[in-house]
């Protein structure tokens, strides 16, 4: 099956901060990607739609200047924490739309942030 | 928002059994599809099921769909220890690009 790569797996970083996690397509080419959040025990919370070559499309009450999402080729794409603070910590999963049907999605393994 | 309401929030069967988890969903769909979480991992996808279909099986797998009352089952035959995990349901929006997940069900499945 398709392989959706996320790096880092984990990253501790000081308050103030950027952080960038990449995601990539390691055998198929995405279009679209999306970013998730997701808080212990819970479930995921879309937080934008990364479309290749043009601008990502962010969810009501998601940051754009907060979580800044590049799409530059159909393999990559990366989210930046920027000025990370201590509430940034979380999961962040990344997933991208498998390419014949375009309908299920293959995730990448996620990165775990936590801000000190 | 999220569209799915997952129920139970929390299932422990002892292995072996059979588990079952609901979703219900509000809106049309084209597609609703189950996927599997373990602790800390991303999220792995089992099946898929249109709208128009009614029943699906894959393995040990088997999805209903009611499109009429908004909602579909996911059904784990025959436990094991390895299907502990956390379980969610995917809406497929009619003219969206975007999934909505439910809230998820834990299945912690005891040995």
């Known amino acids: 099956g398709a392989v959706v790569s996320q790096h880092p797996s984990w990253v501790i970083c000081k308050s103030g901060t950027s952080v960038k996690i990449e995601c990539r397509s390691l055998?198929?080419?995405?279009?679209?990607m999306f970013w998730y959040r997701q808080f212990p025990k819970q479930s995921l919370m879309l937080m934008a739609t990364?479309?290749?070559?043009?601008?990502?499309?962010?969810e009501q009450g998601v940051e754009k200047d907060k979580f800044l999402i590049n799409h530059a080729s159909l393999t990559l794409s990366t989210l930046t924490v920027t000025s990370a603070h201590p509430e940034d910590s979380s999961f962040y999963i990344c997933?991208?739309?498998?390419?014949?049907?375009?309908?299920?999605?293959?995730f990448g393994s996620g990165t775990q942030l936590s801000v000190l | 928002s999220q569209q799915g309401e997952e129920d139970p929030q929390a299932l422990s069967i002892q292995e072996g059994e059979n588990a079952t988890m609901n979703c219900s969903y509000k809106?049309?769909?084209?597609?609703l599809q189950w996927y599997r979480q373990n602790s800390g991992r991303g999220l792995v996808h089992l099946i898929l099921?249109?709208?128009?279909?009614r029943e699906k099986h894959s393995g040990r797998l088997r999805v209903t769909l009611d499109t009429s009352k908004k909602s579909s089952s996911l059904l784990i035959t025959a436990s094991r220890a390895a299907d502990t995990a956390s379980y969610f349901c995917?809406?497929?929006?009619?003219?969206?690009?975007?999934?909505?997940f439910g809230q998820g069900t834990r299945l912690t499945i005891n040995p």
């Open positions: 055998d198929f080419q995405a279009t679209t």
């Open positions: 995917a809406t497929g929006l009619q003219g969206a690009q975007k999934l909505v």
């Open positions: 997933s991208a739309k498998e390419w014949v049907t375009n309908e299920k999605l293959f």
């Open positions: 990364s479309n290749e070559g043009s601008k990502a499309t962010y």
């Open positions: 099921i249109r709208s128009n279909e």
């Open positions: 809106t049309s769909i084209n597609n």
